[in-house]
C-alpha cells in the first residue's frame, strides 16, 4: 500500500519536472504534462502507480467537474474587465452555444454517412464538442495577443463546457432521437433552464459574496471567501439542477469587476490573485495529467483509422461554426479580423472535459470501446498537434502586438 505522503510527492515532482522542461524547451506546459502522463502511465513504481490511481479515482464526472473545473473558471473569469467581457460577449456566447450545436450536429451527421452507427456517432460528436482552453491561454501568455482575443477565446471554453454538457445529457436520454415539436420544446426549454438558472445563481453567490466581503479587512479571509463563492456557486447550482459551471464562470466575473478591480487594499488583491494563481497552475496539472494517464496508447493503437477520420471531422466542424459566426458584422465591437478567425479554428482543442465525461459513460452504450478510443486520441492529437501549430501562427501573426484599437475597423 502506497502512502498519501509518496503519492503526493510523486505528484509535486511531476509538476516540478514538466515545469523545468516546459520552460527550456519553450513548449506550452500543458503539452508537456500529457507526454509525461502517457509516458509514466506505463511505469510501474509505486509512487507513479499511486498516482495514476488517483486519477483513476477522478474518472467520474461528479468528481472531476466538480472538484477541479470550477478553481480554473473562476480564476479565468475574474481577470476578465466588463469592457473587454461585453465586446466579445455576443460572438463567444453564440460559439459557446450555437457552434456547439452545430459541431455536434456536423461530426455526428458525417461520421454517420460515413459508417458509423448514428447512436454511436452523435455520442462522441457530443462528447468532443465543448473545447479546452488551458493550453490556449498558455500560449496566449507567451505572445502579446489582443486582450479582446484571449477573452474571446475564454469566455468560449467557459460557457461551452456548460452547452456541451447539456447537449451529453439530451443526447443520453435519448430526446435528439425524438422528432415530435414538444420533444424539441423541452429540449430547449431544458437548455434555457440550466444556462439561465447557472447565470441567475452565479449572480446571486457573488453578491452575497460581495456584501460580506465589505467586512472584511486581511487576505485570508478574502481568500477564503473566494473559495467559499467558487465552490459555494456550483454546489448551490447544481442542488437547483442548474448549470454549476455557467454559476462558477459568472461568479468569477461579477466579483472579479465589482470587488478585486476596485478594492482598496492593493495587498489585498494581490495575495488573493496570487493564490488563484497558484490553485489554477495545480487543477491545470491535474487536468493534463489526467489526459495522459488515462491514455492507453496500446488500445488506440488498434483504432488509428477511426481517430484520424474522427479528428479530421472534428475540425471540418469547428471551422463550419466559427467561420460563419465570426463573420457575421459586429459580432465583436471593432470586427473580427482574419487572423483572429484563424487562432479562434486552431485554438479550439479538446482536453480534460471530454475525457472525464467519456470515462464517465456506462460501458453498456453501443459502440462504447470505439467512442472511449475516438474521444481519447482525437484529445490527445488536439494538444499535441494544435498546440504548436497555434504557437507558431500566434508568433508569427501577432509578435508584439498587445491590443486591439478600442474603435475603428479592425485589422486583417
Do not use: H
Not at 509514466?40 to 498516482?51: H, I, K, R, Y
Not at 453564440?94 to 452523435?122: C, D, E, Q, S
Not at 445529457?169 to 447557472?198: H, P, R, Y
Request: aromatic letters at 8%; one cysteine or more; proline letters at 4%.
Amino acid at each position: 500500500m502506497v502512502s498519501t505522503e509518496l503519492v503526493i510527492s510523486a505528484f509535486l515532482a511531476i509538476s516540478l519536472i514538466a515545469t523545468v522542461v516546459s520552460r527550456r524547451t519553450k513548449t506550452p506546459y500543458t503539452i508537456v504534462l500529457v507526454v509525461t502522463g502517457i509516458i509514466l502511465a506505463t511505469a510501474s513504481t509505486p509512487e507513479l502507480a499511486g498516482v495514476g490511481q488517483l486519477f483513476q479515482n477522478l474518472r467520474t464526472e461528479g468528481i472531476f467537474v466538480g472538484l477541479i473545473l470550477p478553481p480554473l473558471l473562476f480564476e479565468s473569469m475574474m481577470s476578465i474587465r466588463t469592457e473587454e467581457f461585453r465586446a466579445v460577449s455576443g460572438a463567444a456566447i453564440v460559439l459557446a452555444t450555437g457552434g456547439v450545436v452545430v459541431a455536434t450536429l456536423v461530426v455526428g451527421i458525417i461520421l454517420g454517412l460515413a459508417g458509423l452507427p448514428t447512436a454511436t456517432a452523435f455520442l462522441f460528436a457530443a462528447l468532443i464538442a465543448p473545447t479546452d482552453v488551458a493550453t490556449v491561454l498558455e500560449v496566449f501568455n507567451r505572445t502579446a495577443v489582443p486582450s479582446r482575443l484571449s477573452t474571446l477565446m475564454e469566455t468560449e471554453a467557459v460557457f461551452n463546457d456548460a452547452t456541451g454538457i447539456t447537449v451529453l445529457t439530451v443526447i443520453l436520454s435519448g430526446l435528439v432521437a425524438s422528432t415530435s415539436g414538444l420533444a424539441i420544446l423541452g429540449v430547449v426549454g431544458n437548455g434555457v433552464f440550466l444556462l439561465g438558472g447557472g447565470v441567475l445563481v452565479g449572480l446571486g453567490v457573488a453578491w452575497g459574496a460581495r456584501q460580506l466581503q465589505r467586512e472584511i479587512q486581511d487576505s485570508l479571509s478574502q481568500i477564503v471567501l473566494t473559495m467559499a463563492a467558487t465552490y459555494g456557486s456550483y454546489a448551490v447550482a447544481t442542488t437547483l439542477g442548474v448549470s454549476g459551471l455557467i454559476a462558477v464562470a459568472v461568479a468569477g466575473l461579477f466579483y472579479g469587476n465589482t470587488v478585486l478591480f476596485r478594492i482598496g487594499r492593493k495587498d489585498i488583491e494581490a495575495a488573493t490573485r496570487e493564490f488563484w494563481s497558484i490553485l489554477a497552475f495545480f487543477a491545470n496539472t491535474v487536468a493534463f495529467l489526467f489526459i495522459g494517464f488515462s491514455t492507453n496508447i496500446l488500445s488506440l493503437g488498434g483504432s488509428v483509422a477511426f481517430i484520424l477520420v474522427a479528428y479530421c471531422v472534428v475540425m471540418l466542424s469547428r471551422a463550419a461554426s466559427v467561420y460563419p459566426i465570426l463573420s457575421v458584422p459586429r459580432m465583436v465591437v471593432g470586427g473580427v479580423p482574419n487572423s483572429w478567425k484563424n487562432v479562434a479554428l486552431l485554438g479550439g482543442m479538446r482536453g480534460a472535459l471530454s475525457i472525464a465525461l467519456v470515462a464517465s459513460l456506462p460501458s453498456s452504450l453501443p459502440g462504447y470501446a470505439i467512442v472511449v478510443n475516438m474521444t481519447f486520441g482525437v484529445a490527445v492529437i488536439s494538444v499535441l498537434l494544435q498546440g504548436p501549430i497555434l504557437a507558431a501562427y500566434v508568433k508569427r501573426s501577432f509578435g508584439r502586438q498587445q491590443t486591439l484599437p478600442e474603435s475603428g475597423a479592425a485589422p486583417s
